[in-house]
């Protein structure tokens, strides 16, 4: 059998079904679609942030461990979510039908065993920020098996997984949780907040000790872990490791190192894309200059030992939570007596962009498109941010009560930047919850049942679906130059190139329903093929212009390559 590959010519394919859906175009002359292979750009990367404990419960039968079973405040204790939860929708392909090419996800590792009231209840680690030993994943999230899995499944389909890393603080003291020694945290002074020294050396609240991570003195274990790792029969193989740490890198046995030594060894073993920092103004900023140095040896003895596990040549992803930063300030956060750069000496790749739900709510379109181009072509030039309009722990989101779904994507996943999707942002999840104090409104368990009971919130994900996989198409989109093309009706242009890549996308919001004439001049050349990912509908370029007739307000425009493939005996 001899099989010949036919390439039908483009132009007749424009010829055939001009202004028609791709559905029908398709259908009737066999023909594939296909966009040319993006790179994967952190900067312009879709971000998934998921509580693991929240998410999606994929094993039961880990629900309770370490009796963790007081009566808790409302939303304060576990309620079932783990790695396995995770990986069941990255195979369903919840995330791909997402736009979404890396997920975030709360720290894993082994949390306090008892709990603890701050005045809202008892509360359990559920969150994962309170550690009692980083060098296990606690049960309640899965095995280690588990995340070598969520990690394979993820990558076999583009995405990235990215860990929270926690060094500043151990998790609070409780009857079954010692404090550790006074070589490794202080607990006697609790941060102010009105200078460096005040936010740095301190515990951020009480009764959470802070890590003593400006020592350089050498410290033994704390005995509370020698005693639970002899317990498990580890002992021995976790000292060795750690020995084998410092004869390399000839660093003192001080408490950050401890840390640090335990959070890369998730990059060695199980080969995860990147890092997002926790609380970093509360540590020295060297700390994390060489947390980085360390991520990065580690990342790149993975690549050296598993190159078929190799995405691609990216470096490192490592993004801090600087609270209450935002980019308007360029590289340097205000302590109020000092200025700190966290972006050079090189520490991280972004920070976490508080200031995005304020522009968000203060400004158009065209306003908060050209800022954030203008800035990241700018001050952040050769750097990222990462824009959110609703988290775990910000108690005032952009649209707490989901009255805004549409402008809230539309504004997220079409502005520059890196978006950052808090789970249930695309299924309208309230962040307000009747009986919930504080954080705990913004950390209710995933809304998977309206997805199938309500019509609303099936409207409401499929426009997150369309732009979150143009976006994911589109590195132009979130790391692209901006320019308005028309105010009224409003399109814009964004252009991205690296190297002999080169991608452009053509975007129209708030337009009117209808046919819809576009000049597309200075972007595509006459006969160009031209989809509407929006609509979904193929178009040809003529005299400068392309005319989308549709019933929606939003236009999504990308260059169309178009092959056939018969086979012929």
């Known amino acids: 059998m001899k099989n010949i590959i036919i390439l039908i010519c483009a132009s007749f394919m424009i010829l055939s079904c001009k202004n028609k859906p791709n559905s029908e175009a398709v259908e009737a002359s066999s023909v594939e679609a296909s966009m040319s292979k993006a790179p994967f750009v952190w900067e312009a990367a879709n971000l998934y942030f998921l509580l693991t ?78 550690a009692k030993d980083w060098t296990r994943i606690d049960p309640n999230y899965g095995t280690k098996e588990d995340l070598h899995e969520l990690v394979r499944e993820a990558h076999s389909r583009g995405i990235r997984i990215v860990l929270d890393a926690v060094i500043n603080h151990t998790g609070p003291v409780t009857e079954k949780d010692p404090v550790w020694p006074d070589s490794w945290v202080r607990t006697d002074k609790q941060c102010t907040y009105d200078n460096y020294e005040n936010t740095v050396s301190c515990t951020l609240v009480a009764n959470l000790p802070d890590i003593k991570t400006e ?49 890369t060894d998730y990059i060695t073993e199980f080969g995860v894309d990147g890092y997002r920092a926790d609380t970093v103004k509360h540590t020295e900023e060297y700390v994390w200059e060489e947390f980085k140095t360390e991520c990065d040896f580690a990342f790149t003895e993975f690549k050296k030992n598993n190159p078929e596990n190799v995405l691609d040549d990216n470096d490192f992803y490592i993004v801090g939570e600087v609270y209450n930063y935002g980019v308007s300030t360029g590289q340097f956060y205000d302590f109020g007596d ?15 962009n508080f200031e995005f739900k304020y522009n968000s709510k203060d400004m158009a379109y065209e306003e908060l498109f050209k800022h954030y181009s203008k800035v990241l072509q700018g001050d952040l030039k050769g750097f990222g941010t990462l824009n959110y309009l609703s988290s775990h722990d910000d108690g005032s989101p952009f649209d707490a009560i989901r009255k805004k779904p549409f402008e809230t994507a539309n504004k997220l996943l079409l502005s520059p930047g890196t978006s950052q999707v808090y789970y249930g942002d695309e299924v309208a999840r309230i962040l307000k919850v009747e009986g919930a104090k504080g954080d ?75 046919p819809k004439s576009i000049d597309v001049s ?7 093929m031209i989809r509407d990912a929006y609509s979904n509908q193929i178009v040809s370029v003529e005299k400068g212009r392309v005319t989308i007739d549709s019933n929606f307000d939003l236009v999504l425009l990308e260059k169309f390559q178009v092959t056939s493939k018969l086979e012929l005996e």
Do not use: C
């Open 53 to 130: 404990d929240r998410f999606n419960n994929g094993d039961t039968s880990n629900d309770v461990n370490f009796d963790r079973t007081k009566k808790t405040g409302k939303l304060r204790g576990f309620k079932g979510g783990d790695i396995k939860g995770i990986t069941q929708k990255v195979k369903e392909g919840y995330f791909t039908d997402l736009g979404i090419n890396a997920i975030w996800m709360t720290p894993i590792v082994e949390q306090i065993h008892g709990g603890t009231d701050e005045g809202t209840g008892v509360s359990y680690g559920f969150h994962g920020y309170w």
């Open 215 to 263: 020592s350089n003195e050498n410290v033994e274990l704390p005995p509370q872990l020698v005693e639970k790792w002899k317990t498990e029969g580890r002992y021995e193989q976790e000292v060795t490791e750690l020995d084998a740490f410092f004869d390399r890198t000839g660093y003192p046995r001080a408490p950050r190192f401890y840390i640090i030594k335990w959070l």
């Open 522 to 528: 200075k972007m595509f050349k006459d006969g160009d």
């Open 440 to 514: 705990a409104n913004l950390r209710s368990f995933m809304n998977w049942d309206s997805i199938a009971k309500r019509p609303k919130t099936k409207e409401v994900l499929t426009h997150w679906q369309k732009l979150g996989k143009y976006r994911a198409h589109h590195p132009a989109v979130g790391a692209g130059v901006h320019q308005m093309i028309t105010a009224e009706p409003y399109y814009f242009y964004r252009s991205y190139q690296k190297g002999d890549y080169k991608d452009l996308v053509v975007v129209g919001i708030d337009v009117h329903k209808g």
């Open 338 to 352: 000092k200025k700190v750069n966290y972006f050079n000496p090189p520490s991280f790749h972004s920070l976490v």
